[in-house]
């Protein structure tokens, strides 16, 4: 109920300046910030009288004016309570008018802010539902500049803030200005400008509401931590013309808050601060020019990192890290500043203070400010993985911005830097300043070796960018790289800084070598380093400083070397020292070969003898060293070896150390710098070549050329990986360096033994060795032995060559031209020629390759020939043998392409690339029409391949196991399986299958050729685009992952913009789709769901109209896919097919005339192929898809296909539900089920499906014209609809239909009703039946009357018509839904219902009379009253009832003439003699189950209507007729029906009672005792089996109803009967009271004892005859044996108050003998003295005193009392 605020409000009396509307407005809203009564100055309760009134002149409120506290108080201030309704009043009125929600929000807030409960929570509710503020999109504007104002003012008010008191300013304020809101109000105001840019920009308002949070006199720390969050919130939005001008005021005031708070701890504090930290960070991103001329904020933040607690200094962090910005691009004096700031707290114990300072290194400073790069060197060794990170990418260039233009960045000068870098590391100057003959390595590491190892990378790389450096070789560097090879240093550091050493040797040998000449021990240090890489380098750094050391010292030193593995002595020493030594002997005698230094032939033949001997060694890795070692000497020419054997390396040593030190003299021997000993030895090769080659195998032990190549060979065989590689290499630079026949034969021979290896690093190592064999490579020997070369494809990428093309590019620039001779090894002009023996293993190499290896049967050895073939047009492309032989490359490598080995496609693909960029114009363009050719499907040219039977034509594993186990991969053994089958064709089925294996292989390696080629070819691809995209596109989808991968390459080679160039060919991409997902291989079948999947993405309906329906078509088809794999990929399309088809159906999203088409093209497609179809995964699809159309289109669209869509829908309840229900239905009573139940759970889970909410939703679409083609289809659904849920729904949708279209049904429901009736009652299910007249019910509702009429016509005829169950229940149930639903209708056929349901109410089906029942009492509101109204009706129906064929109409027409009898009062007894004459007309005849129920019609229309009865003239219908009749039946045998008779009778006599039939029934009651009596005799201890003996055999009548029945007929006899028949009747009860019978037969047959006696008193008038008190005292020696029974009181007192009748009857016994009295005395004395009940007490001591009086004497009596 609202309040109404008129009532409530006092008088509005508006002033001058203010309309009406104005003045009631502040009216309201000073009403409900409360008044003077709500709450003080600081928001809580005033105190109050206990009446409830104002206590005295009370101050201003929070967020009021003084004469707005007149306005609410009027005349008087109201009550709390009257305040209380006022406000909730408004708060109703507003929410009931519909006030706009930003008009009303301010009410709202100050209401939610009310001290008052009730009041709260009602602003609360409507703050949440109205304005919606807590939700993402409020009802309410943030953003409207004047509610923003009205916000403002109700939080500030009109009074400035001050210092001063509220009561102060309320005091000193004029009457019209308002105060500020109070606590709570702000606190909730403040939440609001947070959600508001508009308020963000309100200055000065911004300004004064955060001083006021933060300084005002009543602020909470609450206030304050919203107050710096608002403070945040305008730094970030806040408008940048009106941020400027306060941003020093608010700065200023921000610092002086974290002063004033620093010394508080507590969390509400540290909160603040850290809020506090943060408005500063935002502050300094929009007011930058704040900071950058003051570091002492930046100092003061990053103090405050140290020492601020790990609450605040996660937010201190970001802060400093924002604040960064504002000092980006400082100068000067601030940029110093800042530079010590950071140098100081990069060195900080504090995580964030090393983090903070790395962050601003990196973005304050260019990448080329030396400090900045110190820091992050600094960083970069730091002990947290978060400093050392930021550290290491402050060490590397910056990347880009997206969008900006590629510049090259600068790194520092190498000078400055290692000069600054010395300045602040005093103690890198120290080796500088010393001579370098005293490099000491046991000095202490300056830095951390992890900042050390990032420095002189760093370092590196700025002498790599300022190579024309005039100080890029100078002792500062040098000195900084000797500190980094101290002992402390870890191994990855000195590997670092002697590379860097070496670079640095290896741009100015001769300078370096000068420098480090007298360092050979400190060198030679270094080649016993466990690490190899250092060894290597070091020994590369001996071999350049020889070219400054005297010859003497050089052939020291090389004796030296040779002793420390000379002797092969492992233990004596380590591996690493005889690695190191050989390693550095190799260098060290390859510069010898050079002629720098000058040394003895001797002592380069020892040292090669010795390299020759070491690789005999039983290490097989020092072996390998060796001959790595030759190699390197091999690079310079022949071996120092001569072709006869020469003395051991060890005594050649010894020689000539003493020839050195004896003969100073023989230093004259030494050859002459410009003829070195290499010269020599190469001039008398030739001569003695002949003479070499004769030599044999056995000769391997004598150091030769020969003997040593057949040793270095001899390692490629080794197991070890690594040592075949650099014996390989070895052999490689030894032909490089001499190429003659007697190197080259072994080596090559040697080489491509190796194709065999299956190692990759092997193949691609030999691929190398062969290029320096064939010659041409693209290096020196100055580049191998004197840098950091592992290889030609690493040198060529360390050199930015970048990729193979790129590096033959770099070989194709060579000046072929020019007449000098080529830096490279062996390298050519068109003029030069080589020699012989080099030109015939160039034509073996080639024939090798091209011809044997690429085409060999085995995949190991195609994989080596294509791996070499690469190496050889990479390294030597432009060779003029090569270059001829372009198109013979290219047709090797494509063949390669469908290769099985990944690595063969790879480098056939790569080979591709190579060949076009050596080519000319018309081979390019016969290389692209091969690849398309191969991409697109077509055949390919195929060179003939010889098989083994090891050829390997599957891969392992992909054709499973052999039946008798063993793998499926080899010619072999496909052939042995093809035999063993008897199937030899079938050889020829797997030979296909590796075709089509062979042409995915080709796809992808052409897929990787084409990528690599796609940037080169340019325009040349042009006509070939639209062709390859649609294929290139699926491709991109295959089940390959290898295949994938490369397609995916090339598509990103191919296509700059993707979705562009997805969109011009989409026609043909959606046609390349649908085409192969339709094909014959499964592969193009899955890659086309994938693909088409993402290609649908997005599409509108102008792109899909002409295909969506052959989408779906295989879509669907896919979705029954003989393969897992595709079916899984078809349910993913068919996901984003449903999603894509939703959304083109969707009117909300798609133009209504499109939805309209797409939903007739897909709706009629789902329901002919989806729905009907026999995959289960096809239906599910298409079912679930139609849901979500129906429920996402609207009627329009629906309505059109509403008659088919709810036809298939209602079939599809029955066809997804799973068979095996049917199956356990039809088993049901087997399985000790109930049907009922099973149907029942079966039909409620089928209204849970998703066809019931489309089925619901088609009701609700339907109109009348819909209905013309629906009522049909659906008529013949109800008929010939198959599966429970389709009928049960078809009746469900029936009532829906109805429901909905109400009326509209009208002239459908005669085809409704007919269909359901005739279906119904040919129908089983009672379930289906109870459905079908639900249906009917629903539909009789808007059916014509006659219909109606007609209808409950045959309902009724469906029962009284002889049938089954189900049509007497199919009969029940439509009368009870005619009358649940139809109750109006059918008010008017109750005549004809109601009498069958009171006879139907009694079938002897349960469930059938349950119904009918149900039917009577709905329609009956007194049982009495309607059988009078309907007896008219129900006496006829009885009748025929009984007269029926049927039994059970038979049974139900007696109960319910029963019922009729016991209900029907004074209107049965008219109609009562001609029933009782049907009745008594049925009795005879056979006996049928439930006959009895006859019986109790004849008793109960006997008893209803006696007099009717008894005056009948009719002899079928006189009571004497039902007496005889029942007498009748007492003769049957079956028991159960003589019990039925008996009883029956009883009730007949007791009706009859005015008429005597004793003699009538006498005979067969009489006789019953004694019969009984004598069977217990005969058979004792069974008198209780009588109920168990057969049916068949004649039986005596039940006692107990017996002697009822003797009862009532004894009671109803006549004077005379009575004296004529009491001997027999007391003879009878005599027999019944004997003892054997129970308790209950003695206790009727004492009942009626007592009726006998009162019967006999009331023949005589008087006291009886003296021969009649015989008869009655015989009966009590058996009255007083009952009485004896103590179990049952409630015996002994029936058996007492019989015997005190018989006394009174007899004068007290006198007749009774003394020795009989005496014998009762003593029994009633101990019955009296024994018996616990009371009652029974009493009774004997009466009958007692009865007996006594009657013998006689007082005294008798006395004496017989128990004392």
Not at 116 to 129: A, C, F, I, N
Not at 294 to 300: E, N, P
């Amino acid at each position: 109920m609202l309040y109404q605020p008129a009532a409530l409000l006092p008088r509005v009396m508006p002033t001058a300046n203010q309309s009406p509307a104005e003045a009631l407005g502040q009216l309201i809203q000073s009403s409900i910030t409360g008044g003077p009564l709500a709450r003080g100055p600081s928001g809580g309760s005033l105190s109050r009288g206990s009446s409830g009134s104002a206590v005295g002149p009370l101050p201003t409120p929070p967020g009021l004016a003084r004469q707005d506290v007149s306005l609410v108080e009027g005349k008087a201030a109201p009550s709390v309570n009257v305040l209380q309704k006022r406000k909730l009043g408004i708060l109703n009125f507003t929410a009931a008018a519909g006030l706009d929600p930003g008009a009303a929000l301010l009410l709202y807030l100050i209401a939610a802010a009310d001290p008052q409960d009730s009041v709260s929570r009602r602003g609360e509710e409507l703050l949440r539902k109205r304005c919606g503020l807590d939700s993402p999109k409020p009802s309410v504007n943030l953003e409207d500049s004047a509610l923003i104002a009205k916000l403002f003012h109700l939080f500030q008010g009109s009074v400035q803030p001050s210092m001063g008191s509220a009561s102060q300013e309320a005091a000193a304020m004029p009457d019209d200005h308002t105060l500020p809101a109070g606590v709570l109000l702000q606190s909730r105001l403040m939440n609001l400008f947070t959600k508001s840019t508009a308020a963000a920009s309100f200055f000065p308002g911004t300004v004064q509401v955060i001083l006021s949070c933060v300084y005002g006199t009543t602020t909470t720390s609450r206030l304050k931590q919203q107050g710096m969050e608002f403070a945040v919130w305008v730094f970030k939005h806040a408008d940048d013309a009106q941020l400027q001008p306060h941003s020093n005021v608010i700065l200023q005031k921000l610092l002086q808050l974290l002063n004033e708070e620093g010394a508080s701890s507590d969390t509400p504090t540290l909160t603040l601060r850290g809020f506090t930290y943060q408005a500063v960070g935002q502050l300094a991103k929009r007011a930058p020019q704040l900071f950058q001329k003051d570091t002492d904020i930046a100092a003061q933040f990053f103090s405050a990192l140290s020492v601020e607690p790990p609450g605040v200094r996660a937010a201190l962090q970001e802060a400093v890290s924002t604040l960064a910005v504002a000092y980006k691009g400082c100068s000067g004096d601030a940029a110093a500043r800042i530079e010590q700031l950071l140098l100081g707290s990069i060195t900080s114990p504090q995580e964030a203070s090393r983090l903070c300072a790395v962050q601003w290194a990196n973005r304050l400073f260019p990448f080329q400010h030396v400090p900045a790069r110190y820091i992050c060197a600094l960083a970069a060794g730091d002990i947290k993985l978060e400093v050392r990170e930021e550290g290491q990418s402050g060490l590397k260039p910056p990347k880009p911005q997206p969008g900006a233009a590629q510049m090259k960045v600068t790194y520092p000068q190498l000078a400055a830097m290692v000069s600054y870098t010395q300045s602040r590391q005093p103690a890198l100057q120290q080796a500088a300043a010393t001579a370098r003959g005293s490099l000491d390595k046991s000095k202490p590491l300056p830095l951390p070796p992890k900042a050390y190892l990032a420095l002189i990378a760093f370092l590196r790389e700025c002498r790599q960018q300022h190579t024309d450096d005039p100080q890029s070789v100078s002792q500062d560097y040098l000195s900084v790289l000797e500190h980094a090879l101290v002992k402390d240093a870890t191994g990855e550091l000195h590997v670092t800084a002697i590379q860097a050493l070496l670079e640095v040797a290896s741009d100015s040998p001769e300078q370096c070598a000068g420098l480090y000449r007298g360092q050979l021990s400190w060198l030679r240090s270094f080649l016993i380093h466990t690490d190899a890489t250092a060894r290597d380098t070091a020994g590369k750094l001996c071999g350049i400083v020889m070219l400054a050391v005297k010859p003497e010292s050089a052939e020291a030193f090389m004796t030296e070397l040779i002793a420390g593995f000379g002797d092969h002595d492992v233990k004596k020493n380590k591996f690493e020292v005889q690695d190191g030594y050989i390693g550095g002997t190799g260098y060290v005698l390859a510069q010898a070969m050079t002629g720098q230094p000058a040394l003895f032939r001797e002592a380069q033949q020892q040292a090669a003898v010795a390299l020759f001997d070491a690789l005999k060694h039983t290490q097989h890795a020092l072996a390998a060293t060796a001959a790595a070692a030759l190699g390197c000497a091999g690079l310079r020419g022949p071996l120092p070896l001569p072709d006869a054997p020469i003395p051991s390396a060890a005594s050649a040593a010894e020689k000539l150390q003493s020839s050195i030190e004896a003969a100073p003299e023989a230093k004259q021997s030494i050859l002459p710098p410009q003829e070195p000993l290499s010269a020599s030895l190469s001039s008398t090769s030739t001569v003695r070549g002949t003479e070499a080659e004769s030599s044999s195998p056995a000769c391997d032990d004598t150091a030769s050329r020969q003997s040593a190549m057949r040793r270095i060979v001899a390692l490629t065989k080794d197991k070890d990986v690594k040592v075949v590689q650099r014996a390989a290499m070895a052999a490689g630079h030894c032909c490089a360096g001499n190429p003659v026949k007697s190197v080259l034969d072994p080596a090559l021979e040697a080489l491509f033994a190796l194709g065999f290896n299956k190692n990759e690093d092997v193949l691609f190592t030999v691929g190398e060795a062969l290029c320096f064999a064939f010659g041409g490579v693209p290096v020196s020997a100055d580049i191998v032995l004197r840098t950091s070369f592992h290889s030609i494809a690493t040198w060529l990428n360390s050199k930015e060559a970048g990729t193979m093309s790129e590096a033959v590019e770099g070989v194709q620039d060579m000046d072929t031209d020019s007449a000098a001779p080529s830096p490279h090894l062996n390298g050519h002009n068109e003029s030069s020629s080589d020699s012989a023996d080099q030109v015939a293993a160039q034509d073996q190499i080639i024939k090798k390759v091209m011809q044997e290896l690429v085409f060999h049967s085995r995949a190991e050895v195609r994989c080596a020939g294509c791996v070499w073939l690469l190496s050889l047009i990479s390294y030597t492309g432009k060779h003029p043998k090569l270059m001829p032989l372009l198109p013979d490359i290219q047709e090797a490598f494509s063949h390669l392409l469908g290769d099985q080995n990944e690595l063969t496609q790879e480098m056939a693909s790569r080979g591709m690339s190579v060949v076009y960029s050596l080519g000319d114009e018309s081979a390019q363009k016969q290389l692209l029409d091969g690849l398309m050719g191969v991409l697109q499907g077509g055949a390919r040219k195929r060179r003939a391949v010889k098989l083994t039977g090891e050829t390997q034509v599957f891969e392992e594993g992909s054709m499973g196991e052999a039946p008798g186990g063993g793998s499926l991969s080899t010619y072999k053994e496909l052939c042995a399986l093809a035999t063993d089958m008897g199937q030899p064709d079938l050889v020829y089925r797997f030979m296909d299958l590796a075709n089509h294996h062979a042409s995915i292989n080709s796809s992808r390696g052409a897929a990787f050729g084409f990528a690599s080629i796609a940037k080169l070819a340019g325009e040349q691809l042009g006509p070939y685009i639209a062709k390859l995209v649609p294929k290139l596109y699926r491709y991109q989808y295959d089940p390959n992952a290898r295949v994938r991968d490369s397609m995916s390459h090339i598509w990103r080679a191919l296509v700059a913009e993707p979705k562009k160039t997805v969109d011009e060919h989409f026609g043909a991409i959606l046609q390349e789709l649908l085409k192969e997902m339709g094909g014959r291989l499964w592969r193009n079948r899955e890659a086309s769901c994938n693909a088409l999947s993402d290609l649908l993405q997005g599409r509108r309906w102008p792109e899909l109209k002409e295909k969506l329906r052959d989408i779906w078509t295989m879509t669907l088809r896919a979705a029954d896919d003989i393969k897992e794999s595709v079916r899984g990929a078809a349910t993913i399309l068919g996901k984003t097919l449903r999603n894509l088809t939703l959304r083109l159906c969707d009117p909300q999203v798609t133009p209504t005339k499109e939805a309209q088409e797409a939903v007739g093209l897909a709706l009629p497609l789902l329901l002919e192929q989806g729905v009907t179809s026999q995959v289960a995964e096809v239906r599910a699809m298409g079912l679930d898809m139609i849901a979500k159309m129906v429920k996402a289109s609207g009627p329009a669209q629906i309505q059109p296909h509403l008659a088919d869509l709810s036809v298939t829908m209602l079939e599809s309840l029955s066809g997804m539900e799973d068979s095996r229900l049917n199956y356990i239905e039809q088993h049901a009573n087997s399985l000790g089920l109930d049907s009922d139940k099973l149907e029942n759970a079966r039909v409620n889970a089928s209204k849970a499906s998703p066809m019931n909410d489309t089925l619901d939703l088609c009701a609700r679409y339907a109109n009348g014209k819909t209905l013309d083609d629906m009522v049909p289809k659906l008529c013949a659904l109800v008929k010939r609809g198959i599966g429970l849920n389709t009928r049960t729904g078809c009746a469900r949708f029936i009532i829906s239909l109805t429901t909905r279209q109400g009326a509209d049904i009208k002239p459908h429901t005669a085809a409704f009703i007919k269909a359901l009736v005739t279906t119904a009652r040919a129908e089983k299910s009672s379930t289906v039946q109870r459905s079908y007249a639900q249906a009917a019910g629903s539909v009789a509702r808007y059916t014509s009357e006659a219909r109606l009429a007609k209808l409950v016509e045959e309902a009724v005829a469906m029962y009284t018509t002889p049938g089954d169950r189900e049509s007497r229940l199919m009969s029940g149930m439509l009368v009870r839904e005619l009358q649940k639903q139809a109750a109006e209708a059918f008010s008017g056929q109750t005549s004809q219902a109601l009498p069958l349901a009171f006879i139907a109410k009694s079938d002897e089906d349960s469930a059938v009379a349950a119904v009918w029942c149900e039917i009577w009492e709905e329609g009956t509101t007194s049982i009495s009253a309607a059988l009078r109204m309907y007896m008219a009706d129900l006496v006829p129906l009885i009748t025929a009832g009984l007269s029926s064929q049927q039994w059970g109409q038979k049974k139900a027409a007696a109960k319910a003439l029963t019922d009729l009898a016991e209900g029907g009062g004074d209107a049965l007894p008219p109609h009562a003699p001609a029933l009782i004459a049907t009745l008594l007309q049925e009795l005879p005849g056979r006996l049928w189950d439930g006959k009895e129920a006859m019986l109790s019609a004849v008793a109960a229309v006997s008893k209803a209507a006696a007099k009717a009865v008894m005056s009948s003239t009719q002899p079928s219908s006189s009571s004497k007729a039902v007496v005889d009749a029942l007498m009748t039946a007492l003769g049957r045998k079956k028991q159960t029906y003589r019990l039925a008779a008996l009883e029956a009778l009883q009730t007949a006599l007791e009706s009859f009672s005015s008429e005597d039939h004793f003699e009538s029934v006498a005979g067969p009651l009489l006789a019953t005792p004694l019969q009984h009596t004598q069977a217990a005799t005969s058979t004792s201890g069974q008198g209780s089996a009588e109920e168990e003996q057969d049916e068949d055999k004649e039986r005596p009548l039940p006692l107990l109803p017996t002697l009822k029945a003797l009862q009532a007929a004894w009671q109803a006899a006549y004077k005379q009967t009575a004296l004529k028949q009491a001997p027999s009747v007391a003879k009878a009860l005599q027999e019944s009271l004997q003892p054997g019978f129970s308790w209950q037969i003695h206790a009727a047959a004492l009942k009626t004892t007592q009726a006998f006696v009162v019967k006999l008193q009331e023949a005589e008038s008087a006291s009886v005859l003296q021969e009649q008190a015989v008869l009655l005292t015989d009966l009590i020696p058996g009255v007083v044996r009952a009485a004896q029974d103590v179990k049952i009181a409630q015996l002994q007192t029936a058996a007492l108050d019989t015997l005190a009748v018989v006394l009174k009857a007899t004068e007290g016994g006198h007749q009774l003998s003394a020795e009989k009295q005496t014998a009762i005395r003593e029994q009633l004395n101990a019955m009296i003295a024994d018996n616990r009940s009371s009652a029974v007490k009493a009774h004997a001591t009466d009958v007692l005193a009865l007996l006594t009086a009657g013998s006689g004497g007082d005294a008798e009596m006395h004496d017989a009392l128990p004392q």
